[in-house]
């Protein structure tokens, strides 16, 4: 598809427009169809439902006894067979068995319609019978037509619907082959439209890709010839503002950077020539610059073989003007190093003069260290053994801080307990008073009983001869509420007693439960003296073990100072030596003052 031309591509698309416009017209037709012929299936459908309504209304009269089933059959079946709607509309009916029941053709009536079948084959009565007893539905058949050409067969779609009172399912059909021309004239109609909306689509098409392809072949020659550094050709279509615009413009654009390389690279040759003669003058000049560095080079090479050997008092001379600022700095720094040389020298006479001081020093500081060091370990011994015993009373404290808590949360759950005893033993007077409100409701029942029965025995007396059976009865009646009036009352006192110790009950659980809670509470305050307890144990313990391991820190301190003040009386006598050594080695320097410089040597040795 990628490698297409792009006049090949718009002739797909519109291809699959023409393909797709086509389609939409078949399908556009086919659901017309559709609705028209379900639109028929609705009239019929309609009809056989009015019939049904017909032979309903009869049956009511049935029912009603206005006339017998076989009457109301008769009148309905004739008023239905002369049913007629167009086009040449009529109903019919069937029994179970295929056989016809009403037909506006009487002949047809009673014939047996089982074994009729269509040209293929289909015993259609039968499949009618099927779907109407199904709920109802269509049946289609080929069956000839009343006026129709000599043997030919068209199609037939009926509707049927089964009316179960009577065992008869209702029917009605029209023949098809008008929707079928309907179709065809609606189908060519379409083609016809189709075709030309198809021609102009096509020459629209046409003219459309002819538009777009020529200005991008005049493109394409004209990237061509930019392609070949031709930048005097002028690019066409710069001037419109369609994407075929914007690629002459980006043409137009890559022919200005085209003749851009092209000067530059003219102006590049001409900066090379430039580059070339310049870097011959330079040449000259490093040679005449190497020479006067050579100069440089052996003058200061001759005044550091001076300084190596130790003479501070030598000077840099001319070096010409180029170097005025090296000699000048040299000479500087040489003096400032002889000036360093002679402070370094009267300083290590100062350093011989202290060096016995700090001997001396060193030496009894080592010594008091050391008895201060001893003096520490001792305490932090002492210190360890109180931590010790500290930590086992925080422990035992802790112990019982636990066991205490534990006693506490038994006693809140036996408290717990005791509210929920509390809270039944009140559910179960609650409920004992609702069975005596039920009993009393019985006892009521059971006294307006007797009451009734009492009347009634005064009303079966007045009946006399007729009445003693029911006056037997409303005895029977009376004895029966009184002896549910007796045990209501019986259940009543039982019920009131049984209050009377739930009431009891209550009381000495809330007892209990107040008892409880006071130990509780007992317990509650023991908890928190011994959970302070144990808390001032852990401080105490924690300060303690601050305080050794700080005591501990110290003595390690203090050995370490003691031996740091060894190491200092060592590097005394090490530092005297060095010393020494340096004014040694300061005398072989020759400096602007190099008398005192041998004096001091000999003074701080």
Same mark, same amino acid.
């Given at each position: ?106 002949? &047809? ?9 269509? %040209? ?29 050409? %000599? ?19 209702? @029917? ?9 021309? &309907? ?136 070096? @010409? ?30 350093? @011989? ?39 086992? /009373? ?14 506490? %949360? ?6 717990? !307990? ?20 039920? !009993? ?47 045990? +209501?009352?019986?259940?009543? %006192? ?42 001032? +144990? ?19 301190? /203090? ?26 080695? !300061? ?19």
């Amino acid at each position: 598809m990628k490698n297409l031309t792009i006049s090949k591509q718009l002739l797909m698309l519109v291809a699959g427009f023409m393909l797709a416009l086509v389609a939409i017209s078949y399908f556009s037709v086919q659901s017309k169809m559709t609705s028209i012929t379900d639109e028929r299936y609705n009239m019929l459908r309609t009809q056989v439902e009015s019939s049904l309504s017909i032979m309903d209304a009869y049956n009511e009269r049935v029912k009603a006894g206005e006339l017998t089933l076989a009457e109301a059959k008769a009148e309905a079946f004739d008023v239905i067979s002369k049913i007629k709607y167009e086009p040449a509309g009529y109903l019919f009916g069937f029994n179970y068995q295929a056989v016809n029941v009403f037909h506006p053709t009487a002949s &047809v009536v009673g014939r047996d319609f089982s074994e009729v079948k269509d %040209e293929s084959g289909n015993t259609f009565i039968v499949d009618m019978v099927a779907t109407a007893r199904s709920g109802g539905g269509r049946t289609e058949y080929m069956w000839a037509k009343p006026g129709g050409e %000599e043997g030919a067969l068209y199609l037939k779609g009926s509707y049927s619907m089964d009316y179960a009172p009577w065992g008869v399912i209702v @029917g009605t059909g029209v023949y098809f082959d008008d929707l079928s021309a &309907v179709f065809m004239t609606e189908l060519m109609t379409q083609l016809v439209l189709g075709a030309i909306v198809l021609a102009a689509l096509s020459l629209v098409a046409f003219f459309i890709i002819r538009s777009i392809t020529g200005p991008l072949n005049a493109i394409r020659d004209t990237l061509v010839e930019v392609s070949t550094d031709n930048v005097d050709i002028t690019v066409p279509f710069t001037e419109m503002n369609n994407e075929v615009g914007s690629m002459a413009q980006a043409t137009a654009a890559l022919q200005d950077k085209v003749r851009e390389r092209l000067a530059l690279s003219a102006q590049q040759e001409t900066q090379d020539e430039e580059l070339r003669a310049q870097r011959s003058s330079a040449a000259k000049v490093k040679e005449a610059e190497a020479a006067e560095q050579a100069q440089f080079v052996s003058a200061i090479g001759i005044l550091l073989e001076r300084l190596a050997e130790g003479d501070l008092t030598t000077r840099c001379d001319d070096l @010409g003007e180029k170097y005025v600022d090296v000699k000048n700095n040299f000479n500087d720094a040489i003096s400032r190093l002889d000036s360093a040389m002679q402070n370094v020298s009267s300083k290590g006479f100062e350093i @011989g003069e202290s060096k016995e001081q700090i001997k001396r020093a060193s030496g009894d500081l080592a010594q008091r260290t050391e008895l201060q060091a001893a003096s520490l370990e001792e305490t932090s011994a002492a210190i360890e053994e109180l931590s010790v015993t500290v930590k086992q /009373t925080a422990d035992g404290a802790s112990d019982a801080a636990e066991r205490v808590s534990v006693v506490s %949360e038994e006693t809140t759950r036996s408290d717990d !307990i005791v509210k929920n005893a509390i809270a039944a033993m009140s559910e179960i007077e609650n409920s004992s008073d609702e069975i005596g409100k039920i !009993i009393g409701v019985i006892d009521e029942i059971a006294f307006q009983t007797n009451l009734l029965a009492l009347n009634a025995g005064v009303e079966a007396a007045r009946a006399g001869e007729s009445g003693k059976g029911f006056a037997v009865v409303a005895q029977e009646v009376r004895e029966l509420a009184q002896r549910s009036a007796d045990a +209501a009352k019986e259940i009543k %006192e039982r019920i009131s007693q049984s209050s009377t110790q739930v009431k009891n009950g209550v009381e000495l659980v809330g007892q209990t439960g107040e008892a409880l809670a006071r130990i509780s509470e007992q317990i509650l305050s023991a908890s928190e003296i011994v959970t302070k307890i144990a808390g001032s +144990a852990k401080e105490q313990d924690m300060t303690l073990a601050s305080i050794t391991s700080s005591v501990n820190q110290l003595d390690t301190q /203090t050995q370490s100072n003691a031996a740091m003040a060894e190491q200092t009386t060592a590097s005394a006598e090490v530092l005297a030596q060095d010393t020494t050594e340096l004014l040694n080695l !300061i005398e072989k320097f020759k400096t602007s003052q190099q008398g005192h410089v041998a004096n001091y040597a000999r003074a701080a040795a």
